[in-house]
Each structure stands twice: as structure tokens, then as C-alpha cells.
């Protein structure tokens, strides 16, 4: 992946220019009153109610489930988006991949309505610090979700709609138990570049490969370590896994093209695998036989989880990958690339790709699927969500639209919500969504 160029997140913005409309619509936002930003020192302050939350119902009724004033606007909505579509600048490290993938692509049907909209929680900001790193929100149920805002980790309840704080790397952050292995002096001011939450851990990731540890229903910080000091060292992705023995194991993805395997029972570092290009993302099987491997090559690797040999390679993207996911059933797995397309595999038959989906504006920086495999998520890196149907052959999906940039998207684990967190200016929010249930046999009651 790119080298970081600054913790500013400006600077990110001007690498995806929107062009003038945007500018000008932001002019017509702030000139009407509507949207103000909450300032950083608002940031981790009690809800002041500055920034309306939108509801389901008020969406039903017809308002817009960003509260973006379209009505009093120069331009509509439907015109706005046909400029974004045209003007958005995908990011590419090979020139014109969007177009090369094109032809491979599947039509699908875009009718599918599986997750409904819920709520608009725009008191709760998301961030991103790099622009190609988009795996920035995590939900452990469908009432509990976590997402980095500036140099804080947030947690929000969608029942009681509070959040409160529950790390803050703005300052010096040492472990509080001394366990082996751990650095015991800590970190300053650390860059958060990825992160991973799993029942009651948290492991975040830095730009100078520092790894943290927490656990939720602990007080402090548990554990601390740097995976390399490398100056290429940026953590891309973090897996956390339960290991065949029933320890806690977390798994991390690094631009010094290493991957490494922590078992935190242990407090120890088991594997370490190096490949040839930056590890962008990994994704374990569901029997923790065989590892995912993308990143800075258009081939991706299948490999075997215990030795890192190379089982198989993935043919077919053009441009660098940085997301993958498997699919619970353990035959099939997702890869996703700035080629602007999402291949899906399958274990049985690496030849080719089963499936080619393709993204409207970029590249596809983040995948998620469902716990019980029906259906799988993918992010582009702003406006668009994509939840196909996995039992249609990835033929039906359900196309989310709305304006920002995407700093995550996850599935709750029961599968019953999905949240989506959005970067922006004016209307940084996190969006939820709840899953549709057709309950047939309650009509034969009615």
C-alpha cells in the first residue's frame, strides 16, 4: 500500500478531490445553517444535540436519511450523484484497472431490499487516518458498536443511543499488566491505521507497527508490542480467531510484507510468515487450515495457515487488493481490489474466480459476510454499500447510496444488523441498518 503521507486528514481528502459541485454544495449546506460540524473539542462531550439523528420513521416519510436539505439546494439529488459518479477519482497503483476489470464483470439485479434502514447517529463521528484502510468499525451485537474518531476509540449503544470513550491514544497509553513480551514503556500519540474487535478484545493497529491490546471488561490496556521497526512497517489489517486449542489469537497484516501470528494467551509471537510485496489484508478459514493473502500484486495467494507455503495463487484482479473475507460455509472466500471489483473464489476450483462483482465508483476496500453465510457486504471507498445474496449466485444484491467516505462496515454477529460508518465534512455519521425477516407462516394467521 501507499506510504502514509501525514496524519492530517485533509490531506486525504484532496487525494479524492470531488470537484467543484461538492465545494459548492458544501457552501449551500453551511450558507443555509444545516450541518455544521461538531468542533474536535466537542468531540467526546455529551450529546448537544446540534447534530439531528435521523430515524427510520422520519426516512419513511420522506426525509433524506442524511438530513442533507436537498429541497432547499441549487442542485437534486439525482444530479449530484451522476457527478459524483463522473467526477470521483478512484485511486489506482496500476493506471486504467477499473477499466481492464470491466469486462469480466457480472450483471446483476440491484432490487433486493435484505437490511432496512434504521438510524442516522450523526452525534457519533467516524474518522479515517489513510485513505486505502477502511476497517475502522466493529460490532459485537446489534445494539453494540466500536469505530475510531480522531485519536479515540468509541463505543455506542444503539439501545440507549450513548457512547462513551473507551481508549484514547492522544497521549502517552503503557500497559497496566506485566505480561511477557509486553512493552512496558508504551506508546505516544499513536496513529490508529486498522482495528479489530472480537467478543471482549480490542487489538489496534499503528502507522509504525505498534499493536495494542485491550480487553473490554478489563480497566487499562493489557498488552503492548511493536511488530517491527522497519521504516515500512504500517499495520494494514488485524484478524482476531479463536485457535484450535481455544486460545485467543490475533493475526496481523504489515507493509514490511509480513504477516504474524500473536497468541495472547501465551503473550508470545507463534508465526511470522514474509512474503514478497506488503501484506495489505489475510483472512483465516473458518477450520484455520488456510490463510488469504492480498496486497500490493494483482495475484493473491492462498497458503497454508501452519506452514505459509503457497497452496495456491489467485489470478485474476489487475490492480493491489486490501480487503478479503470467507464465507462461514469454509469453500468460498471474497477478495477485494482498486480494480474496482470484488472476485469471489471458490477452494474447490482456484482457476478462476466464480464471481466478478463490480463497485460504481472504486475500488472495494472493504468485505464483510454474515454469520450464517447469506449474504456479504462490500464497501467502496465512499457512497456505496453492496449486500449481495449469497443463495442467488451474487446475482440479486442491495445497493446502499448515500455521500462519504466509508470507514467501515460490519454485520452484528447474529446477523439481525449492519452498520456503516461515513467520513465527511459535513455529515460524518454511522449509519444503521437492520436485517428484513419475512415471516411467512404468520400470514396464514392473518
Known sequence: MQPHRGDDMDEMAEDYDMGDVEDDMYEEFQGSGLGDSDSDDEEYGPLDGRATDISSAQARKGKDIQGIPWSTLSITRERYRQTRLEQYKNYENVPNSGEASEKDCKPTDKGGIYYEFQRNTRSVKSTILHFQLRNLVWATSKHDVYLMSNYSVLHWSALSSQKYEVMNVSGHIAPEERLPGSLLEGFSQIQVSTLAIKDKLLVAG????ELICKFLDRK????CC???????????ALDIYDSSSGAVHFMSSNNDCGIRDFDLE???LCKHFHFQWPVNHTSLSPDGKLLVIVGDDPDGMLVDAHTGKTVHKLQGHVDFSFASAWNPDGQTFATGNQDKTCRVWDVRNLSKSVAVLRGNLGAIRSIRFTSDGRFMAMAEPADFVHIFDV????NKQQELDFFGEISGVSFSPDTEALFVGVWDRTYGSLLQYSRLRNYLYLDSLV
Request: with cysteine; proline share 0%; aromatic share 16%.
Open 206 to 209: 499503528g502507522f509504525q507497527g
Open 220 to 223: 487499562g490496556i493489557s498488552f
Open 226 to 236: 511493536r511488530t517491527t521497526y522497519d521504516d515500512n512497517a504500517i499495520t494494514n
Open 266 to 268: 501465551k503473550c508470545q
Open 391 to 394: 443463495g442467488s449466485g451474487y
